[in-house]
């Protein structure tokens, strides 16, 4: 029954009470919201922060109103906490400094140049405006086909891998300035 | 389809292979750059890794505690505002106005003989007002809700 209903309608339902709609959600997007938290966050906070989320939704779920969709709004929630992070976080020192500092703390398995390059594609990713970044984590957390990703934006195919190509370079260009 | 839409298609062609684990098809000159970002960025968001079962334990019993308080104080919430609970009080309240007015009356009148025509007449005077102060405000709650 709630496997074949769309994330809009579960929202709905959740809004009535319905915990198991709610479950479903959140089941159903788990791993894409953890995997946008870990695209920008440090390894440690992770959890913490994906958990910050869910709570958010929890509380805030009566709010959506269905204008857009789930995701958007869901996904709206996701950069929000990652800005809190960032603004909590840089009262002493710069967001770089943090990424760097925190992605070699507490993970000793990795290797240093692995963490170097989380952190610097982390720095880029935080740097590059909205509609990029949104473009890159479609593909690549939500794992979305381009196909997928022009029907969901309302965009043709080669607008979106124009604007895809043009998003990675904006990273690129952003890793050029670390 | 001119250059730039070849370059958009090469690279996109590119991250599809990468993604799906495969080689990545050879690329144009001016994309090798960027396909090394692709690859950087595949390391970095890997959809394939999942948070941990424990974490994934922990994070759903959280939210079944979170649902169960939000939902209860929510029920609480809409307890107080059934209509005919805002009903009551509006009486409730209406009731503490006349109490109040009726004992409050005798004792700012000097001669009670002389004013208790007076002060029946003032009583009837402040519980109508109370009253319809009480019922206005009543009103204007109702239409705010709807």
Known sequence: MYSDATDEQLARQAQQGDREAFLTLYNR???????????????????????????????????????????????????????????????????????????????????????????????????VPEHYREVILLRFADGMTFAEIAEHRGQSLEAVKSLYRRAIQAVRDEIGEV | MDKEQKLDAMLAAYTDAILAGEEGTEMDDELQQLGTVVGQLQRTIDPETPPSPAFRSRLTQRLNEEWTQVHRERRVLQFSQKRWMRMAVAVAALLMIVVGVVLLLPENSGNQEATSGGEVSAVLIVAGVGMAVALAAFFFWSQRRH
């Open chain 1, 29 to 127: 997007y788990l791993n894409k919201v953890y995997n946008r938290v870990r695209s920008r966050i440090p390894s440690p906070d992770v959890d913490d922060v994906t958990q910050e989320i869910f709570i958010a939704v929890v509380r805030s779920i009566e709010r959506f109103e269905g204008k857009s969709r789930f995701n958007t709004w869901l996904y709206t929630i996701v950069s929000r906490h990652i800005a809190d992070f960032y603004r909590r976080r840089s009262r002493g020192s710069s967001d770089s400094d943090i990424s760097l500092e925190a992605m070699t703390v507490g993970e000793p398995s990795y290797e240093h140049q692995h963490l170097d390059e989380r952190a610097i594609i982390q720095r880029a990713m935080g740097a």
